[in-house]
């Protein structure tokens, strides 16, 4: 039997030192877990889904995350502000208004810094495989050729998803979104991906979706994806709680 390939990270690949973590969301699907708590302070294997993506951060070496807050704010900053060490942490406070994923970027732009910096979403969970999944993204990430990176997880393997896929991942790595409504992606987003700055420019005004960065850097050819090696889990219902815990017992 044939051996996986897997795909080892260049040692000397700089990792993006800012990161941002979305955990603004208000997480309705979660209900009633969110009637009281921010779904990233939700639990999983005894841990917050926040401090699972810190985790993930820190051990790849990233100095500091910026996070966003606009549901239950004040339980958020103060288990920031509590319960995170080993990497710095600074706040986007969306309080006022909730600016969804792309809307998010903008506001925090000021804080994200003139370098590639990754982008994480609280409610996934990730577990790396042979090598640090963080590692392998900054190791495949070209400057000149990239606008987002984004890591992608094989449908089958998507644990817990419940939509039809996201992208199609052509040999050079380009990526394209799913083919019309109905038809199933081969791809899923993980909720992870480093992005440069120059893609944040000419928004709209409020709240948007990340989605529009992301059709126009593949309409540029300068969208690629990178394949997950390890285990990932989507966590938008309380029933994926426990699927996701088995999960990691048998990983």
């Known amino acids: 039997m044939t051996r996986p390939r897997y795909i080892r990270p260049d040692p ?10 979305m955990a603004a969301g208000i997480g309705k699907r979660m209900r009633p877990l969110t009637a009281t708590r921010p779904k990233p302070l939700v ?113 089958a393997r998507a644990n817990n998803h419940g939509g039809q896929g996201d992208f199609h991942l052509a040999a050079d790595g380009r990526i394209t979104k799913r083919r019309g409504a109905g038809r199933v992606a081969p791809f899923v987003y993980t909720g992870v991906q480093i992005v440069s700055p120059r893609l944040i420019r000419d928004w709209p005004e409020g709240p948007f979706s990340t989605n529009l960065f992301w059709n126009r850097a593949i309409a540029d050819g300068r969208c690629y994806g990178m394949v997950h090696q390890g285990l990932w889990s989507e966590l938008n219902t309380p029933a994926a ?10 990983g």
């Open 12 to 21: 000397g690949a700089r990792v993006p030192r800012t990161a941002m973590v």
């Open 241 to 250: 709680i426990p699927k996701t815990e088995a999960l990691l017992v048998d």
């Open 43 to 155: 639990e999983v294997a005894g841990r917050a889904l926040l401090d699972h993506a810190l985790d993930r951060l820190r051990a790849a070496g990233v100095e500091r995350a910026v996070v966003n807050v606009h549901y239950l704010a004040d339980a958020l900053e103060a288990h920031l502000k509590h319960r995170v060490d080993g990497i710095e942490v600074l706040v986007s406070d969306e309080r006022a208004q909730l600016m969804e994923t792309g809307g998010g970027l903008v506001q925090a732009r000021a804080l994200l810094g003139d370098e590639p910096f990754l982008v994480v979403n609280s409610d996934n969970l990730w577990i790396d495989g042979p090598t640090d999944a963080i590692r392998l993204l900054a190791s495949r990430w070209d400057d000149a050729a990239m606008d987002a990176l984004l890591l992608l997880i094989p449908y």
